[in-house]
């Protein structure tokens, strides 16, 4: 078995849910609450990773992290690296693609918080982002929690993008999903076999963990 | 500094709310909004609150301007400083009755903070429950820590919307004695939405009649009660004021004008009280006119017959005001008109004795 491969695949989840959830916090809050038409586009570009071709999603990853990008550039003349091809560059690619997975059960569960308890938190003091961070996400803690497992565990197994953004660079870029491909190109079967197995146990716990979860969302009442 | 109020909301489809409205902050005391459901007085509580946008007016406390026509909520609900109890406690589940009162008083240090829930908790009698969850309480429990909640921040004003909604018998008169006591004690100036008389007669040193969407009278809860016909529509009963003569076998012996009723004695000492009485409590009877031996049975005369849905209305003169509230069969089957002669029984149990402080 790959041990590098599947080490570097859970380090990329790793730290790719880690970014997603200030970043997937903070654009929850519109998604669930907004009332502007800003809400509508904002949901719809959130939710492109899901319905997009990853080698689409790929494609323009690359032109955004690429040399001759404002991003791309900024970060090169900044470390003396690129971006693309590295490991750096696949964990925003990473993020960006696993952001829908982290947004979708947290908007839901927000949307299920009794909005009279957040006219309650206003007659209390507590502005919009005081309402937000004290009373809306706690009582969305489940729906926190399922999304960074179903980002989690998208993020341990996503090929596409993560193949066109960050190639197949052992150590750097060359992720399970792709260690079982170069094995299933070589006829290594049984190694292939072993590799696909292990991700398919972990999918399944994740997605278990998140069915529980789900089922106990209205234990608050 | 005195808060005052002239607006107007529509809701789509809805009725057009107009309120016109002036409270003196300075002084503590409770004024009742008082008429019957839909009339508007909860969106007049939620545009004071800012929790809802007016189409039209201006809301000012003092010289600041909390909404002016065209301008918005200049002043949003959260910076208003305004305490509000709403119908459901709406505690925060996820914390505890500490952290449910603790939760205005952020910018507070934590000591202040610490004194200021262990007092409001004392004040509620919400003493040895402070790290209970909301779930682990009773409905009139937690109705106490929302009241805590909203008086905790020290509020300029806090707003009370049917606080007893959601509660039992038993629950609501406990927290409305609390009430009483408590916003006595902070001295902080309420304005409570009701439609039940006795929370008005109880609690409300002045009173605002509102029906239609529209303010109709101002006053002392007592006179505009008091007043025959002035009430809105909607069933509730009726008051008498009435002079304690003498308790029997636990009930207690109540003189209005021409007759006398027996009712649950609330105990204490008692000379003067109101005497609030249920419509469903009220039957009526044909029968001879000018016996009065039998308890709580009271010659009356029709005044007035209303329909209302399945149900009639009877506006009666019994010496003081009375309504009974029949169903259309029974008031068919009577062949009630207006001007005759009945006899009112009227339910023990449907009497509320109030006590006229002062």
């Known amino acids: 078995m790959d041990w590098e491969a599947i080490r570097l695949s859970l380090k990329l989840a790793l730290c790719s849910t880690a970014l997603l959830l200030p970043l997937g916090t903070a654009l929850a809050w519109p998604l669930a609450f907004g009332r502007s038409r800003a809400r509508l586009l904002l949901e719809a570009a959130t939710s492109l990773p899901l319905v997009l071709p990853p080698t689409v ?58 909005r009279r308890l957040l006219e309650a938190a206003r007659t209390l003091g507590s502005g919009g982002a005081g309402t937000y961070l004290r009373v809306a ?5 489940r729906g926190l929690l399922s999304g960074a497992i179903l980002a989690f565990a998208h993020a341990i197994g996503e090929f596409g993008v993560v193949l066109m953004v960050g190639g197949n660079i052992p150590g750097a870029t060359r992720t399970a999903s792709i260690a079982l491909f170069d094995q299933v190109q070589a006829f290594e079967m049984a190694g292939a076999n072993r590799t696909a197995l292990l991700l398919l146990a972990l999918a399944l ?12 969302e209205r234990a608050w009442n | 500094m005195e808060l005052t109020a002239g607006f107007r909301k529509t809701f789509p489809g809805g009725p057009t709310i107009e309120a016109e409205l002036a409270l003196d902050l300075g002084a503590s005391g409770l004024t009742v909004l008082f008429g019957p459901s839909g009339c508007g007085k909860t969106t007049v509580l939620r545009c004071l609150a800012g929790l809802e946008t007016p ?34 406690p709406l505690l925060f589940p996820h914390l505890t009755v500490a952290g449910n009162i603790a939760y205005g008083l952020r910018d507070w240090s934590r000591s202040e903070r610490g004194a200021r829930v262990a007092a409001m ?30 008086l905790a921040p020290r509020p300029r004003l806090v707003l009370l919307d049917e606080p007893f909604a959601s509660l039992d018998r038993a629950a609501t008169e406990e927290l409305r004695r609390n009430l009483r006591h408590i916003l006595h004690r902070l001295e902080v100036p309420a304005v409570l939405v009701t439609h039940n008389p006795v929370d008005a007669l109880a609690l409300g040193d002045h009173m605002v009649l509102m029906d239609g969407g529209r303010v109709l009278r101002q006053g002392t809860p007592a006179a505009i009660l008091a007043e025959a016909g ?36 609330p105990g204490g000492d008692l000379d003067e009280v109101y005497a609030c009485v249920r419509g469903e409590g009220v039957s009526l009877e044909r029968g001879p006119h000018g016996r009065m031996t039998q ?3 009271l010659p009356a005369t029709i005044l007035r017959l209303e329909e209302a849905g399945a149900l009639v209305r009877v506006h009666l003169d019994a010496g003081f005001p009375l309504h009974a509230l029949i169903t259309a069969w029974a008031a068919r089957d009577m062949d009630l008109r207006e001007g005759e002669a009945v006899q009112a029984l009227i339910k023990a149990s449907a009497i509320q004795v109030i006590p006229i402080e002062g």
């Open chain 1, 57 to 114: 999603l790929g494609f323009y990853l690359i032109v955004a992290l690429g040399p001759r990008s404002p991003l791309g550039h900024a970060w090169e003349s900044l470390t003396g690296s690129p971006l693309v091809f590295t490991f750096q560059g696949l964990l925003l690619a990473q993020t960006v693609t696993n952001l829908p997975f982290f947004l979708q059960p947290l908007v839901a569960s927000l949307g299920g918080v009794d």
């Open chain 1, 137 to 141: 996400l706690p009582l969305a803690w």
């Open chain 1, 205 to 216: 716990t994740v997605l278990s963990a998140t069915a529980w979860l789900r089922s106990r």
């Open chain 2, 55 to 88: 189409d039209a007016g201006r809301i000012a406390a003092g010289d600041a301007v909390w909404f002016e026509d065209g301008h918005g909520n200049a002043v949003p609900a959260q910076a208003r400083g305004v305490g509000f109890v709403f119908q459901e």
């Open chain 2, 121 to 150: 908790a004392r004040l509620a009698g919400l003493e040895g429950l402070e790290h209970r969850r909301p779930r682990e309480l009773s409905g009139g429990q937690k109705q106490r820590v929302a009241l805590a909640r909203a």
């Open chain 2, 230 to 265: 002035g009430l809105p529509a909607e069933s509730f009963g009726s008051v008498a004021r009435a002079r304690v003569a003498g308790r029997v076998e636990g009930l207690l012996r109540l003189e209005t004008g021409r007759a006398e009723l027996y009712a649950p004695d």
């Open chain 2, 295 to 297: 308890r709580n049975r």
